[in-house]
Structure formats: structure tokens, C-alpha cells
């Protein structure tokens, strides 16, 4: 094969190994080839696939070999050339040389090495020289992190890079969360008895398996989800090691080692299971490492989250410069601030170096390691917390990721998997917690559960309950438990909301901290007299627009006769009425001007300086609008036109809000938000940006802007064509539906590819990750945001409207609590109003959102950890936001939130157990009432029981009022029967007592009792 090497790579890679050498002795990097005259590297025969990569060949991959005089050894069959022995005369000719002592390699040509050496008299000492190799590798070049392969270098093993790396990366962690974490999921839904050492090999088989005939390639169902990954070189991609899966059954215990392997035991359906991942592509490696845990305690919640409070804090810590000493003590202190009790159980390394090489010990994160850190190192940070106990058995927890030095910041390469939403499953809080069962392990379908009833089985996607519409006892079981689950995270969800307003305004602070009070703006229209105009000289009012000033003579003419008056007005503190009796008191003895009234013969003079005065009011006031409004926009970076490369283009798209000109797409660092929506059951694909600050487009500020392309093509010929003569019925439809399905894959397909661009653009040039968000269409409702109906589809971080304008994009990290207004049995509507943690903000109003999507929407809320609260009215949200704004502190001193109700079901319960209990109490007053007043009024009632005493002494009007027909039939039944009676026996007696007003006699539904 043909060897090029590139002239610039090739000076630039031999100065620094030269550079190095010539300077051990200053730096203790290289102080292992400070006294060597030479430099040893064999290679031999390349390594088996079990065993690592050699530090000698690693080296040789990452720096050319540097020979001033090439030695050719003869081939098979051919005689024998003198390259071994001007090898050896130069070899032995130095005093000390330095090699890789301790690596052992085989091979034709060692072989004969070993011989002729042997015989040799004189030979050099050998110094180990690994550390320096460590150096000379770990930091990569500028030409590594671009990473292109340029068309004149053309040598075996091409240069790797860090885009190697990188592509390492995202392959480690779409095998995770698309493989991995799914398949581990459905493995504890379902219990599936399965190995530890089979699931490896399963997750081994996505890269392809079987040779010859039988040989499958990649799993593309699964690699094509990862970003980054259109153009990977399959051949060159492998597993580091096979993958370590362990449970709590693995019968060797939790080992945190990259070492260890996967037991052929059967994997737990409990506790905790450690899963690490490697991967290596074109000789780069990349690692992860996550625990998953099922029904976990609070201590392991807390342990979890501390691990990934660490990681989040060493990231800043790891720069240029730092020590490997350093980074680890700190690491140590921070597990000692947190949870001291820990300490002991913390990992004695955090990690290593990792490149070609997967752990080169020389950059271990270790506390006796001094070494210095430099940017453009990858390390793998390896955090852990080892012999764990968790009633009576032991477990470990680690989280286990890739990682570079860029700048003052550390960068994740690996991602994905990682919060406490991905990692805990919660199987069992749905069943009955009866003691003598074992609360671990689901009962068969087949079973009865403790209540007699069958175990309810339910899913969930992103929070949303999928119910299946019966009437058995399972289901309505299954809602209980759900209704109970969100009344009980929406507790917690508010008292923490509680606490922490308390804990974030202080007493005394007096309204929004931070937030200046009003005080009187200056003015100064002119610097001295010599400024002023000379219209003033007349003594006359006059408007000057240039200075937007009004100039009122103070004492001017006074004559009699028929006069105009004008009467100027000022803002004043004090004043009473208007909406400026806030003006605060800058001086409280000074004296203030309240009006000055002119008067003037001249009516139309006057008539043209009040229009002067107005027009310069609305001036100057929509002046200071526009200048308000602007205050948050930024100024946009110019577009520089990319060289030496083609630029990456996304063609045939629309952009909204329109643009007179626009050729390309900057704001990298002001992006808050990217969006990728598909066109599946919409007419457009969009890629959509919201922006942190706003930008001028044309003559108006933008918060978003929107590239879309129209997903279906209408320009089809309907008259039919040459294949329609032979065709009959459907199957040009069908043709054509399966070409419009293809046409909008594709173009999904095209704009998914260019934000995922978009992404790893941003993320390289601002160091903070951004990762494209895709709306969930099957978690959606309708609403009226702003002035029309539209669906509204929540993302991981936002809920949007993205089809037309105007778009909307609430952050829901911003949102402090949902108040869903007008929930009453009956109405077919319910209004929603989202409060910001900003209180200065304007709470956000969806209305008209039906009610048949009222629990969705509460269980996408609490799914997303959002305190809600429910009420049967609209709130007016002017005055309560004044005040809360007034004085947050006493806000949350009166309960905060508490005025919303909180969580509605119980609210609901309780308010139903309150109204039964007084209407029964009412219902007993109201007999023993009409009781008494019968035995007072009247004796001739002896033989008739309760019910007839009841309502007989009350005017039939009043106990009319509520009652249904058949109630009031009764009861005029009853009240005809005592009529009777009375006019049989009693007459005399009845007749001394005031007639009684009685309504027309009712229909009466049953026959009347005379006395016995």
C-alpha cells in the first residue's frame, strides 16, 4: 500500500515529541525519557480481540513513526538484506534507550530481534517510558477535533480524531437509551427470565452477528434514532468490552470495575441493576456506565441524586491545569459536605484517561496521582458508591460517563439516561400493601388480588394514563389508585412550592427583591439660557419638538375683554385622583406647581398650542413604548460565509416571520429552544427556534422564528396517465398514498437531520448542550391561548403551538403553579391559567379547553412535577398578582397557594362529606320543628306516626321549595288527609285558629287513611 504523509501533521507532530524530549527535565510529564538517548517502539503482531489496545501501538496509530533512514527488510522468499544489523548497531550504540518495557509482543521480525540481541555484547539500558507516552497522547490536536480525513492523506489506520470520539460517544449512548433502557423496561414489565450474560450478547448482536450467508448487519431500527450517526463507518465500529449487566442476583456481588463481566445468573426484578456500555470507532473509545433501580427506597433516591449533583459539579471543575489530585479531592469533599456517612463507601478512583487506549492509568483521577490536566483531554469519569446496604443486602450505584476539558467547563460527551425520571422504576403502587405478600413481586394475571379483585395493569407514555373504557372492578380500582397517586404527589408538590417561596423572599424585603421603587426622572431640555429658543423673548407659550419641551410664560400680560383660556395641568405627588397617585415624594417640604392657566383673545392660537402639546405627548410617549420594548432586544451577529468547506444547507423552505433576505442561521448562542415537528398528521414539517432574547426582523422583535416546508405535493396529473389504461379499481390511490407516505418519511427525515445539526453547532460553539425537542401530538388538547383555537402539544421542556401564528412556547421550568378555573359537573369547557415564578409576568390564560380532556391535561400537569389547583369560578389575576408582587414574603407567610385549594379531589371529598352532614342536620331540625309545633297546636294526631306530623304545620309554600313532584304529592296527600280529619271530629276547635293559606290541591298517588 501506498504511504502519504501529510507535510504539516507530520512537522507539526514530530516538533512536539522533539520539543517534549528536549524539555523533561522542566516538566514532570516527560520525566521519563529525561536521560534516554533513543526511543524504542516495537510493534509486532497486531493484538487479539480479547486483548486492550498496546500503549506502543496506540502511539504509533497517533504519531507517525519519525525514522531518518527507512530499513528495508526482505520479503518471503527473497534474500536476506542487512536492515537488521544497521538496526542493531545503531540500537546498541546508545547508553540508555528508552521502550514500553512491560508490554510483551510476538512476531516473525521480534523473533529474529530477540535473537540478534541476545547475541549482541553490548547492550543499552532499557527505561520504561509510559508515563511520557500518556502525555505525548492524551491532548488532541486541533486537527483531531475537526476531524476530516483529507483527500492527500492516505495511510492505513487514516488520523483519528476527536469526531471519532464524539461519534464513539453517540453511538454508546443511542445503543443505551434506544436498546438498552427499552428493553430493560420491558424486561422487569413482564419478569422475563433472562441472563445476565444473554441480555450482553443481545445488546452485543446490535452491531451485527453471524458470518457469511447468514450474517446480519447492524440494527438500523436502532442506530438511526441516534444523532450524528448518517455516515458511520460500520466496519470500524466495535465494542470495547462485552457489556456488564448486574443485578441482585449476580452471584459474584456488584463489582464497579471496567473489568468485570456478566454472570450467567438470572437477572433481579428488583433492586438495583448496573448496566456500563464501551464502545470504540476508528480505534477511539467512548464509555458509559447507569443504575436503574426498581421501587427504590429514599435513601437510594438521595444517593442518586448526589451522584448526579457531583458529576454536575466536577465538570466545572475539571480545566486546564487542575491536578488529577485535585479534581478527586474535591470530589471527596463535596460526598463529605453532602452526605458524610457516605465517604467511606466512595470510590478511590473517578476515573482515567481514555483515547486509542482505554484506560491509561498514567491520567488516573486518583488521589496520589500529581499529574496536570490540559484542555482537549477525554477522560472517563467513573463515580460510585460501593458495599451499599438496603435491608440486610448489599448494592452499588454508579454513574459512568465520557467526558472532555474544553475551556472552563467540562463537556459530556455521553448522554441520556440519566435523571431520576429515567433511571426508577416504580412497579408495585398500584397493589395492595399487605405484609404477608411480598411487595416486590406482581401477582399472575390469573390470581385475585387481597381486595378479591384483579390486579390492575395500566401503562403510561410521558405521564398519560391509557385506560381501557370497562366496568370491572380492576378499573375502577385502577382509577382510585391513580386519583390517589396524583392527590398525593400534588400534596408533596405543594408544600414543597410552599417552602420554597418562604426560603426565596425574605421577611422585610418588600415586594419583588431586587425591583427599584419609582422615583422622579430628570429632565434637562437646555444647558443654560443661552439655549433656550428665541421665541421665548415674546413671552408666549410655545411647543419646541426638537427639545420636546413645553415653554409657559409665568407672568405675562393681564388684559381685559373676551379671552380663551388654556389651562396646563402637571403630575404632582399627592394627587388623589388618576392612576399617578403612586408619584413618590423625592423632597416632602418642596413646592409643586399643580396647573398654570393662560387666557388669550386669540382663540386660534390657543386652539394650535393644545394641539402642539397633544401631539408632543403622544411623541414622546410612544417614544419611551418603543424604547421599552426594545430594551430586551439583542443585536445579531453578522453572517460570515464558510470557507473551505460546503456548507450545510436545508433548501425549498419558508420562514416565518417573513424575510426580505435571508441566507443562513447564526444564533447559536441565543437559541433557548429548538423544535423539530414532524409533518405526520399536519401539512407542514417545521423546524422551529425560540430565542433567550429577542431580535429585529424587518421592523419588528421576534422571540421565534420558523423554517417550514409544505409536507404533501399537490401537483399531480388527475386526468390519469399510460398506467391507468390497464389499471382497475384503487390502485392508483394506493400507489399515490404510499408515495405521499414515502415523500413525508423523507422530508422528516431531511429536517430531523439539520436541526440535530443545528444541536451539535450550538452545543460545540457555547459549551451548554442544546437538544432538539419534539412534540408529543398523542399528549394534546385544545385550548384558546390566545384569539383562536388551536392544539396545543407539550415537548420534554415546554408546552407549544407551532403550526401558525402566533406560536406559542412556555418553558415549563417557568411555570410556579396551573390553576384549572371553571371545572363544574355540567359544563363542557374548562379554562386553564399557567403562573410564572416570575410574578411580574402576566399569568398565561388557556381557555375553552374541553372537559373530556380534563384529566389528560391534569396528568400531563402532575406528570411533569407542576402543582395545580382547581376551582368552579374564574379568578380576576389582576389584583392578586399586584398583591403578591407588593410583598411576596407576606404572601407566603398567609399560605401562599393555599387560597387555590390545592389539590381538588380532596377538596372535592370533603367538601361532600360537610354538605351531607349539615343537610341531615338540617332535616332533623326542621322535624323535631314541625313535631312540636303539631303538639302544640293541635291533640287529635295520636294514633299517626312521624312522617304524617311532618310538613302538616307548615304553610305548603314554604316546604314546596326544592322538593320533586312525587315529594310534593305526599305531602299534599297528608295535608288532605288532616283535613278531613279535622273537619270530622274537630270542628269547633279548628275553626277558633287563623285560616291557613294552602296551594291548589296536587294529584295525589295514593288512597287516604281515616282514623280506626
Not at 538517548?37 to 489496545?53: F, K, V
Not at 406559542?808 to 378555573?821: G, P, Q, W, Y
Not at 299517626?944 to 314554604?958: H, I, K, L, V
Request: proline content about 4%; hydrophobic content about 35%.
Amino acid at each position: 500500500m501506498q504511504v502519504q504523509l501529510n507535510p504539516r501533521l507530520f512537522n507539526q507532530r514530530l516538533k512536539l515529541i522533539v520539543d517534549s524530549w528536549t524539555n523533561a527535565g522542566k516538566n514532570d510529564d516527560y520525566s521519563s525519557i529525561a536521560d534516554v538517548d533513543a526511543l524504542l517502539l516495537p510493534a509486532g503482531d497486531p493484538a487479539g480481540e480479547d486483548e486492550p489496545m498496546r500503549k506502543g501501538t496506540a502511539f504509533q496509530k497517533s504519531n507517525t513513526p519519525v525514522p531518518v533512514e527507512i530499513l528495508a527488510q526482505a520479503k518471503a522468499k527473497e534474500p536476506q538484506t542487512d536492515a537488521l544489523p544497521k538496526f542493531l548497531e545503531a540500537y546498541t550504540s546508545h547508553q540508555r534507550v528508552g521502550s514500553l518495557i512491560k508490554e510483551a509482543h510476538t512476531g516473525k521480525l521480534v523473533d529474529e530481534w530477540k535473537k540478534v540481541l541476545d547475541e549482541a555484547e553490548k547492550k543499552p539500558e532499557l527505561v520504561d517510558i509510559a508515563p511520557s507516552l500518556s502525555s505525548f497522547m492524551a491532548v488532541k490536536d486541533e486537527d483531531e477535533v475537526v476531524s476530516n480525513l483529507r483527500n492527500h492523506i492516505r495511510i492505513r489506520d487514516a488520523e483519528q480524531s476527536q469526531k471519532a470520539v464524539r461519534t464513539a460517544a453517540n453511538l454508546t449512548s443511542t445503543l443505551l437509551a434506544h436498546h438498552v433502557a427499552v428493553k430493560l423496561e420491558t424486561i422487569l414489565d413482564r419478569e422475563a427470565k433472562i441472563s445476565h450474560e444473554a441480555f450482553a450478547t443481545q445488546i452485543e448482536a446490535r452491531l451485527g452477528y453471524g458470518e457469511g450467508n447468514t450474517a446480519k448487519g447492524p440494527d438500523m431500527k436502532v442506530w438511526s434514532k441516534g444523532r450524528g450517526l448518517n455516515d458511520v463507518d460500520w466496519a470500524s465500529t466495535e465494542f470495547c468490552y462485552s457489556p456488564i449487566i448486574q443485578s441482585q442476583s449476580t452471584s459474584t456481588g456488584y463489582d464497579l470495575r471496567s473489568s468485570a463481566e456478566s454472570s450467567p445468573d438470572d437477572m433481579a426484578h428488583k433492586g438495583v441493576l448496573l448496566v456500563a456500555l464501551g464502545m470504540r470507532y476508528k480505534g477511539y473509545c467512548a464509555n458509559l456506565g447507569r443504575s436503574f433501580i426498581v421501587d427504590p427506597s429514599k435513601e437510594q433516591e438521595a444517593i442518586y441524586s448526589l451522584l448526579s449533583s457531583l458529576q454536575a459539579e466536577l465538570l466545572t471543575v475539571l480545566k486546564d491545569g487542575t491536578t488529577a489530585r485535585d479534581v478527586y479531592l474535591h470530589a471527596l469533599a463535596y460526598v463529605k459536605e453532602k452526605k458524610p456517612e457516605l465517604e467511606k463507601h466512595f470510590v478511590k478512583s473517578i476515573g482515567h484517561g481514555m483515547g486509542m487506549e482505554f484506560r491509561d492509568s498514567a491520567y488516573l483521577l486518583s488521589a496520589k496521582n500529581g499529574r496536570k490536566l490540559r484542555n482537549g483531554m477525554v477522560f472517563n469519569l467513573t463515580l460510585g458508591f460501593q458495599e451499599l446496604e438496603e435491608n440486610g443486602k448489599k448494592y452499588a450505584l454508579h454513574l459512568v460517563d465520557t467526558i472532555q476539558l474544553a475551556g472552563e467547563k467540562a463537556v459530556c460527551l455521553t448522554y441520556g439516561v440519566k435523571s431520576v425520571k429515567d433511571t426508577m422504576f416504580f412497579l408495585n403502587q398500584d397493589m395492595d400493601e399487605d405484609k404477608s405478600s411480598k411487595p416486590t413481586k406482581k401477582a399472575p394475571a390469573t390470581k385475585v388480588a387481597a381486595n378479591g379483585s384483579s390486579p390492575a395493569k395500566h401503562k403510561t407514555a410521558g405521564g398519560k394514563v391509557l385506560r381501557n373504557k370497562t366496568r370491572s372492578a380492576a378499573h375502577d380500582e385502577m382509577l382510585h389508585s391513580t386519583v390517589a397517586k396524583i392527590t398525593e404527589h400534588q400534596r408533596e408538590l405543594h408544600q414543597k412550592l410552599q417552602s420554597e417561596g418562604l426560603a426565596k423572599y425574605s421577611e422585610g424585603g418588600g415586594g419583588l427583591g431586587g425591583k427599584e421603587g419609582k422615583t422622579w426622572k430628570r429632565f434637562q431640555s437646555y444647558k443654560g439660557e443661552a439655549g433656550l429658543p428665541r421665541e421665548v423673548e415674546s413671552m408666549r407659550i410655545f411647543v419646541d419638538r426638537k427639545a420636546q419641551t413645553i415653554i409657559l410664560p409665568i407672568h405675562g400680560k393681564n388684559d381685559e375683554g373676551e379671552f380663551t383660556y388654556l389651562r396646563v395641568n402637571f403630575q404632582t405627588p399627592g394627587q388623589l385622583a388618576g392612576k399617578k397617585e403612586d408619584t413618590p415624594f423625592e423632597d416632602p417640604d418642596a413646592t409643586f406647581i399643580r396647573s398654570l392657566t393662560y387666557r388669550s383673545a386669540d382663540g386660534h392660537r390657543f386652539d394650535a398650542v393644545s394641539k402642539q402639546i397633544t401631539d408632543l405627548k403622544k411623541e414622546v410617549n410612544k417614544r419611551e413604548q418603543q424604547k421599552k420594548e426594545m430594551a430586551d432586544v439583542i443585536e445579531q451577529d453578522i453572517l460570515v460565509e464558510v470557507k473551505g468547506r460546503r456548507p450545510t444547507k436545508l433548501p425549498e423552505v419558508f420562514i416565518r416571520p417573513a424575510l426580505d433576505v435571508s441566507n443562513g442561521f447564526t444564533e447559536n448562542s441565543n437559541v433557548k429552544h429548538l423544535f423539530f415537528q414532524p409533518c405526520d398528521h399536519e401539512l407542514l414539517v417545521i423546524i422551529h427556534v425560540h430565542l433567550k432574547a429577542p431580535i429585529m426582523i424587518g421592523k419588528k422583535k421576534a422571540h421565534d422564528v420558523q423554517f417550514y416546508r409544505e409536507a404533501s405535493d399537490v401537483q399531480f396529473d388527475e386526468t390519469g396517465n399510460r398506467k391507468r389504461k390497464y389499471r382497475y379499481g384503487d390502485e392508483d390511490e394506493i400507489e399515490l398514498e404510499q408515495q405521499e407516505r414515502k415523500r413525508r418519511q423523507m422530508v422528516n427525515k431531511e429536517f430531523k437531520q439539520f436541526s440535530e445539526k443545528i444541536a451539535e453547532a450550538a452545543t460545540a460553539s457555547t459549551g451548554d448542550t442544546l437538544e432538539v425537542d419534539i412534540p408529543f401530538r398523542e399528549l394534546s388538547f385544545e385550548g384558546v391561548p390566545i384569539r383562536q383555537n388551536v392544539r396545543l402539544q407539550p415537548t420534554t421542556e415546554c408546552l407549544v403551538h407551532l403550526s401558525d401564528p402566533p406560536f406559542l412556547v412556555v418553558t415549563l421550568a417557568d411555570i410556579e403553579i396551573a390553576s384549572l378555573e371553571r371545572v363544574q359537573f355540567g359544563l363542557k369547557q374548562f379554562d386553564m391559567v399557567l403562573i410564572f415564578k416570575d410574578f411580574t409576568k402576566t399569568p398565561l390564560h388557556i381557555n375553552s379547553i374541553p372537559s373530556s380532556q380534563l384529566d389528560d391535561v391534569k396528568n400531563w400537569l402532575d406528570s411533569v412535577d407542576i402543582p395545580l389547583a382547581e376551582g368552579p369560578v374564574n379568578l380576576n389575576w389582576g389584583p392578586i398578582m399586584k398583591t403578591i408582587n407588593d410583598d411576596p414574603y407576606e404572601f407566603f407567610q398567609g399560605g401562599g397557594w393555599t387560597f387555590l385549594g390545592g389539590t381538588a379531589n380532596e377538596e372535592q371529598s370533603e367538601a361532600e362529606d360537610q354538605s351531607d352532614s349539615e343537610s341531615e342536620f338540617e332535616a332533623e331540625g326542621e322535624e323535631s320543628a314541625s313535631s312540636e309545633s303539631e303538639e302544640e297546636e293541635s291533640d287529635y294526631n295520636d294514633g299517626s306516626d312521624a312522617s304524617e306530623d311532618e310538613g302538616s304545620a307548615s304553610d305548603f309554600d314554604e316546604v314546596s321549595e326544592g322538593d320533586d313532584w312525587d315529594e310534593l304529592e305526599r305531602k299534599a296527600a297528608r295535608a288532605d288527609k288532616k283535613r278531613i280529619e279535622t273537619g270530622k271530629g274537630h270542628e269547633s276547635e279548628d275553626s277558633d285558629r287563623p285560616k291557613k293559606k294552602v296551594a291548589p290541591k296536587a294529584k295525589t298517588n295514593g288512597k287516604s287513611k281515616g282514623k280506626a
